[in-house]
């Protein structure tokens, strides 16, 4: 049997394989080495790069190089290098380390290095902008996309707006003969002064003064009940009834609560308003009259159930608030004049209410809908509103008025806006 060799290899001389490992005793907001990443084209290694500082912060002995807002540049006689904004991006979450091997001592120095993402651009390229595209141009490409990469929907959305389009060419010959007809016919339209004077007239809405300061200047009386008709009022013997059933006895119409409630109080007062009473009176013909020719009537039979009126109010109301068709001899009331009857009505009553009316009581003695009798009263420029404490104080009413909305009327004059039809 073969006797047992003995191994011969060489022993590892584990002292000889040391290395030790070591930080940096640099400070460490000491320019150190930095990592550059060269992701299209390397520069030479005869290139020389400068490290800058690109922000002032506040260094101290715990500050770190790799830290501090730094940018690399150089530069080649043709292209330039520097920093992308991609280097921040790039480390965030990572930290990167050169060392250094010393072989005399067998010491590996470890210095924290940044990294940088460089960029490049050719110099003679600096002075040349990019050529601007046109509005046509990305529309021409958006096409070529479609056309190449869209549905089957999307082509015939490109074909059609193609064939839609506008040949602008072909129009230049005769582009001055159609600006000479616009503004031959744009020379007919009204200013924006003259179309708003023209909307104001054809209000179905009294006679107004735009400048009034207060409301009672708003719609003068006079425009409402000419002085002819005014002075023909006599209100006596309402003032002298002893009670209200004798006073609305007295009136042409017998059957509004409003107007026998107004009655009342100005009765009641220790010295009642002549005024007052008169419009109250007219307003009770005004009334009448809107019964008797809100359908078909005759104007003899509106004549004789009101012969109580004075036949100068009959005439005026008629001739006022009736229109008579081409051809005919018979008049008729139309939902114009109605409207414009209404509206003179709801003056007188704004005055009497001190212009501040409670259009619920008036919409049930017209029997109408209260959103109608609403409406008409903002066409006036009224709001419909709650009263405020100090309107409360100022018509005498209690508190419990303030629950109830009332039409009110205030300078200066705002007519309600026509509304703007949105495009669905």
């Known amino acids: 049997m073969a006797p047992a060799s003995t191994s011969k290899k060489r022993k590892r001389d584990d002292d000889q394989q040391k290395i030790s490992l070591a930080l940096s005793d640099q400070p460490k907001s000491q320019l150190g080495p930095v990592l550059v990443n060269f992701p299209a084209i390397k520069a030479p290694k005869s290139t020389s790069f400068d490290c800058y500082q690109t922000e002032k912060v506040p260094v101290n002995e715990d500050t770190h190089f790799a830290d501090l807002p730094t940018l690399i540049a150089g530069e080649t006689d043709v292209v330039d290098f520097f920093s992308s904004t991609e280097s921040r991006r790039t480390s965030f979450g990572s930290r990167y380390l050169v060392a250094v091997h010393n072989k005399r001592t067998k010491t590996t120095t470890l210095r924290e290095a940044p990294l940088h993402i460089l960029s490049h651009q050719v110099k003679a390229l ?97 425009n409402v009940i000419p002085e002819a008709e005014w002075k023909t009022l006599s209100p006596s013997a309402i003032i002298q009834a002893s009670t209200s059933k004798e006073r609305t006895a007295l009136l042409t119409y017998q059957r509004s609560k409003w107007i026998n409630q107004h009655l009342d109080l100005v009765c009641a007062s220790p010295s009642p308003s002549k005024t007052h009473a008169k419009i ?99 066409l006036m420029g009224c709001k419909i509103n709650k ?35 949105r495009n669905r």
């Open 126 to 222: 600096k002075s040349l902008k990019p050529a601007p595209v046109s509005t046509f141009q990305r529309l021409e490409g958006r096409a070529a996309l479609g056309d190449t990469f869209g549905t089957k929907k999307a082509k015939q959305a490109i074909r059609a707006q193609e064939r839609n389009k506008v040949d602008v060419s072909a129009m230049e010959a005769v582009a001055d003969h159609l600006q000479d007809i616009i503004q031959r016919n744009t020379q007919a339209l009204p200013s924006k002064e003259e179309a708003r004077a023209m909307a104001d007239g054809a209000r179905l809405v009294p006679p107004y003064n735009s400048d009034a300061e207060t409301p009672s200047e708003i719609y003068p009386l006079h």
């Open 387 to 421: 009263l405020t404490v100090h309107d409360l104080k100022r018509l005498g009413l209690p508190d419990s008025a303030g629950e109830a909305k009332r039409a009110v009327l205030k300078t200066p004059l705002e007519f309600p806006k026509p509304r703007v039809k």
């Open 280 to 378: 109250l009176m007219y307003i009770s013909i005004m009334m009448s009259f809107r019964n008797l020719t809100i359908r078909e009537f005759k104007k003899p039979d509106v004549y004789e159930k009101l012969s109580a009126a004075p036949s100068i109010i009959i005439d005026g109301l008629m001739s006022r608030f009736t229109e008579t068709p081409r051809g005919s001899t018979k008049p008729q009331s139309t939902s114009q004049t109605e409207t414009l009857l209404l509206t003179h009505m709801f003056s007188l009553c704004l005055r009497v209410d001190d212009y501040a009316t409670d259009t619920t009581l008036v919409a049930s003695d017209l029997s109408q809908k209260l959103a109608l009798i609403n409406t008409l009263f903002k």
